[in-house]
């Protein structure tokens, strides 16, 4: 199985700052990866696939950027309401996916 | 709009049945698409458990392959989950989801808890 290494698990930032989180797969996933954001009481959002592709309703001030083994979520000028749980997924292997540990965003 | 609502017993007792159901509204699960289920444990691991297509076939992790089968009834647009022989390391929050081309999941469910105890 590829494994995920997501850094920061926890990271506290402030509105208007730019975030960057971290994903590692173990061994080379091309652009198979997904961002998510989780909020407590809400369904879970895709955020981003293949690696930099916005998904339809995704504000701007997200992004991400990689390819092969190293990737990255960026949130720029951050709003009240982008502080959640995100989590890294690959879907290189076709009938298995796996997830980062997820990384958790706080109000500084 | 697709929605995705879980449902089932939030408690179920060591090697007894885990049986969830997932209701979906707004798309049929015949059409296209696969349907997965994925549980987030206690600590906020995410774990793929497998999936059922829209032709019916179905794919599992291999970790969770003897213990659990997905099926489904096309005419409630329903599938389901059944873990067998549960443990209390199977108390997670138990989510289904959609996924496609990319096979990244792009509709889910807001998740139900199931804790196992006796």
């Known amino acids: 199985d590829v494994q995920m290494t997501q850094s920061p698990s926890y990271l506290a930032a402030s509105p208007g700052e730019s975030v960057f989180i971290s994903c590692k797969a173990s061994?080379?996933?091309?652009?198979?990866l997904a961002w998510y954001q989780q909020k407590p009481g809400e369904a879970n959002k895709l955020l981003i696939y293949?690696?930099?592709t916005l998904q339809s309703g995704t504000p701007s001030r997200f992004s991400g950027s990689g390819s092969g083994t190293d990737f990255t979520l960026t949130i720029r000028n951050l709003e009240p309401e982008d502080f959640a749980v995100y989590y890294c997924?690959?879907?290189?292997?076709?009938?298995?996916?796996?997830f980062g540990a997820g990384t958790k965003l706080e109000l500084k | 709009e697709v929605q995705l609502q879980e449902s089932g017993p939030g408690l179920v007792k060591p090697s007894q049945s885990l049986s969830l159901t997932c209701s979906v509204t707004?798309?049929?699960?015949?059409?296209?698409?696969?349907w997965n289920w994925i549980r987030k444990f206690p600590g906020n691991k995410l774990e793929w458990m497998g999936y059922?297509?829209?032709?019916?076939?179905?794919n599992y992790n291999p970790s969770l392959k003897s213990r659990i089968s997905i099926t489904r009834d096309t005419s409630k647009n329903q599938f389901f989950l059944q873990v067998n022989s549960v443990t209390t390391e199977d108390t997670a929050t138990y989510y289904c989801?959609?996924?496609?081309?990319?096979?990244?999941?792009?509709?889910w469910g807001q998740g139900v808890m199931v804790t196992v105890s006796s």
């Open positions: 989801a959609r996924s496609g081309s990319p096979r990244a999941f792009d509709y």
């Open positions: 707004g798309y049929s699960i015949t059409s296209s698409y696969r």
């Open positions: 059922i297509n829209s032709a019916g076939s179905t």
């Open positions: 061994k080379s996933i091309s652009n198979y």
């Open positions: 293949s690696g930099s």
């Open positions: 997924q690959q879907y290189y292997e076709k009938h298995m996916y796996t």
